[in-house]
């Protein structure tokens, strides 16, 4: 099976201090919800593990046998008995802010049939759409501003599988499914997917709570086809090799993706524990590591102003830390910090991907120096020879979480305190990772030129502004405001409340623009990104919520 996808000494005492604050408390933040795709990723634990590897491993997923379960269909999360125990859930779990669905399969496949006119499949697949749309909204109330992620499919692998243990194709577990469906090509039954996978995109196109990443073709990208494919089409594709994010419509997901129950037999819909964690990692990169972070974060800024340093001078453009020759080496990071807003901060982290390893993992067992500077180390910004001997402001060790045991996976560093004061937006920040000491290997990172696996500068803001400086008056409840972060767009959820007048204030206090309200609606896009106030008057009372642009 293939893998795929921090000059000064430190005392003993403070070594242990950094050490006995780098415990996490984790939060469940995602709940999964759905058939029997989600109740396997439920028992494989997918979307913990994921969050590990994409450097969340401060978060979590909740679910149960009842709300993910085999053979689930649209219909079924329509009754108040999946109603009332997805509502329990979300109630026992307050940090939950998105719904990890996977829903709708089971009603394409338990009804459509080959000899189906075009007419009748749209029917279908529009019917289905429908239902599944209901399941959305409903999720969506359950919690003012909560998020719907439709998980989706990858392609199935019916007629491989099935014509793999010829001549007793009947005894297959799966046949009689595939035989009702009238024993559908690769391209034919793919077709029906990607068309319903559509209709589902143009659904969250229109709405800012519901997300959806296609990535039906992920495990021929991810894996290839080595064999020859035993059926038609047949022949190979190289592994990275399909067009992502649709792959190869005429061909199966490959047979080794699928899950293989006691060695007996393989199935033809379900994947296999690695193939599910690659599938949701894909997602990730595209829509939850960012998702997940906090008030406001910065991609490095690239070019000659990323790279790395030896101890002997040698500079390079690849992100790489440890030991090489004899040589130490780190990493310089910049972030255009002019960008964040006038505050302090109350905590930050660094994302970095591992690219490769060459030798012994740098970050296994060992600590990651940190030096931090406002502007830049050594005569310019770019990454240059004397780099490495400048102390900059301060330098510090940070927690280390994450994951770094295979490529691709993602390393978060919890910075100190000391570091962050000196982060600041009257300047760019630069940062120098290294090991002092370490030998016997070579990591390397993504570089920005990808900003799905560029570096990451994540930041919380704090302390919130004071109340009394922007007038609060709360009337029993703060209204929720979502979605928060945002780019511009806001609603409002006052029930029957009638918004009146909505003010943004700055963490000064001072009001900096006063939005149109329509039906509810607001938009700060002109602003520039940071944290704010709203100040909302409704014709029940007045309430603050602190939003963030970004």
């Known amino acids: ?38 109740s396997f990723m439920n028992a494989d634990q997918t979307i913990t593990d994921g969050l590990r590897n994409m450097g969340h491993s401060d978060k979590r997923f909740a679910s149960s046998v009842v709300i993910a379960e085999n053979g689930a269909q649209t219909d079924d999360f329509l009754t108040q008995t999946k109603q009332d125990a997805i509502q329990q859930l979300i109630d026992a779990n307050p940090d939950i802010d998105i719904v990890h669905l996977s829903i709708g399969g089971n009603d394409v496949m338990g009804d459509w049939n080959v000899s189906w006119s075009q007419e009748m499949t749209d029917s279908l697949e529009g019917e289905v ?24 499919y990858t392609y199935p692998n019916f007629g491989e ?52 990443v296609p990535a039906q073709g992920i495990l021929q990208y991810a894996y290839g086809q080595e064999i020859p494919l035993g059926i038609a089409p047949g022949g190979t594709y190289a592994q990275f090799s399909a067009p992502l994010p649709l792959g190869y419509p005429d061909y199966p997901s490959p047979m080794e993706t699928m899950r293989l129950y006691a060695g007996i037999f393989t199935d033809c819909f379900h994947l296999s524990a690695d193939a599910y964690l690659t599938m949701w990692m894909y997602q990730a990169q595209k829509f939850y590591q960012k998702y997940f972070m906090d008030d406001f974060y910065l991609l490095s800024e690239g070019g000659s102003k990323d790279g790395s340093v030896t101890s002997t001078g040698t500079v390079s ?37 591992r690219e490769s390893l060459t030798g012994t993992n740098p970050l296994q067992g060992t600590d990651v120096q940190v030096k931090v500077v406002s502007g830049s180390f050594g005569a310019t ?34 910075l100190t305190p000391e570091i ?14 290294s090991i002092p ?59 029957t409340a009638t918004v009146l007048s909505v003010e943004v204030m700055n963490v000064l206090g001072s009001v900096v623009l ?37």
């Open 514 to 550: 006063q939005p149109a309200v329509n039906d509810k609606n607001i938009d700060i896009s002109n602003l520039p990104n940071g944290p704010y106030v709203l100040r909302i008057t409704t014709n029940e009372g007045t309430s603050t919520k602190q939003i963030i642009k970004h």
């Open 381 to 414: 910004a770019n990454v240059e020879a004397e780099d490495f001997m400048d102390n900059g402001d301060q330098m510090d060790i940070p927690c280390k979480h994450g994951s770094f045991a295979q490529d691709g996976h993602w390393v978060r560093l919890d």
């Open 420 to 433: 962050l004061a000196v982060i600041n937006n009257g300047s760019r920040t630069q940062f120098e990772l």
């Open 317 to 353: 453009s690849t992100l790489q830390i440890g030991e090489t020759g004899g040589n130490a080496v780190a990493t310089v990071l910049s972030f255009n910090t002019t960008q964040m807003a006038d505050t302090t901060l109350a905590a930050a982290n660094i994302f970095l991907r």
């Open 129 to 152: 759409a429908g239902r599944l749309e209901e399941v959305i909204e409903f999720l969506k109330s359950t919690r003012p501003g909560m998020r719907v992620f439709w998980a989706g």
């Open 161 to 212: 599988v099935i014509e793999d243990i010829a001549p007793a194709q009947t005894v297959h577990p799966f046949y009689s499914t595939w035989n009702d469906m009238g024993q559908p090509t690769f391209i034919q039954i793919n077709t029906i997917l990607n068309e319903f996978s559509d209709s589902v995109a143009a659904y969250a196109d229109d709405d800012p709570l519901v997300d959806f």
């Open 1 to 38: 099976m293939k893998n795929i996808y921090s000059f000064t000494l430190m005392s003993f005492i403070g070594i242990s201090a950094a050490f006995s604050q780098c415990a996490e408390v984790p939060t469940n933040r995602v709940l999964l919800v759905g058939d029997s795709w989600a």
């Open 437 to 495: 000491g370490f030998t016997g290997g070579l990591m390397t990172f993504n570089d920005a030129s990808d900003p799905e696996l560029a570096p990451v500068l994540n930041m919380v803001y704090g302390p919130t502004p004071n109340p009394e400086s922007v007038n609060e008056l709360v009337y029993g409840k703060e209204l929720p405001v979502y979605p928060v972060p945002t780019d511009g767009p806001l609603t409002i959820a006052s029930g």
